[in-house]
């Protein structure tokens, strides 16, 4: 069954661009395009994507709103940013209000595509330049006051989720099969108290706790 997309993206050009792009892949269906977030949750009601692409930057209601507004409405769907900005606060926000991907508008138009295949799947998708400044600020000298009792592995599932792995690639990476790394995931959630792979993402970012 087809990934179902959702855009918003306020530059005609290239809204038009990416629609183009998500039309001619047979693995996606392209629910709709919009200039804003205004009516996101309208939208969203109404077509209910798998996958939404954001910009951030957006007339009338920007795409920190529309996450907001998606995350009201549903936390099981995905939401990728597309975005100009690469400072730490525009990643780490976005982050922390539930996207579950940050790519820069750099970006190739296949990885784009590979992007919204990988975040359907359970991926955490990030433009290289973003995931370094995500591991940058992860390592350094951690000065956090929580002690959340994670295993060594249970810290290396974390770590490969927030690199933006797959479940089937961290089992891949670890050297285990796909349904231990769901039981590591499922510890995890319940020791940080948390109840997405997005939040758990974003609280191990916020608190370096890796």
Not at 118 to 144: C, D, W, Y
């Amino acid at each position: 069954m087809p990934i179902k997309v959702m855009l918003f993206e306020d530059n005609e050009k290239l809204r038009s661009g990416l629609s183009f792009l998500l039309e001619s892949t047979p693995e996606i269906v392209l629910l709709g395009a919009y200039e804003n977030c205004q009516d996101v949750d309208f939208h969203v009601k109404t077509l209910q994507p798998d996958v939404i692409l954001m910009d951030i930057d957006m007339p009338i209601a920007n795409g920190f709103m529309g996450i907001q507004a998606v995350r009201k409405l549903s936390k099981d769907i995905q939401i990728v940013m597309l975005t100009v900005f690469d400072s730490k606060e525009h990643i780490f926000e976005a982050l922390q209000l539930g996207a579950n991907g940050y790519l820069l508008k750099s970006t190739p138009p296949g990885q784009i595509v590979d992007a919204i295949l990988n975040v359907h799947q359970g991926g955490v998708p990030m433009t290289a330049s973003i995931a370094r400044k995500v591991l940058e600020f992860m390592s350094v000298k951690n000065t956090q006051t929580h002690d959340y009792q994670l295993t060594k592995r249970e810290k290396e599932v974390l770590e490969n989720l927030v690199k933006g792995l797959s479940y089937k690639m961290i089992a891949s990476q670890i050297g285990t099969g796909i349904d231990t790394v769901r039981a590591h995931i499922k510890h995890i959630y319940e020791k940080l108290h948390v109840h997405s792979q997005t939040e758990a993402v974003a609280k191990a970012i916020l608190e370096k706790i890796i």
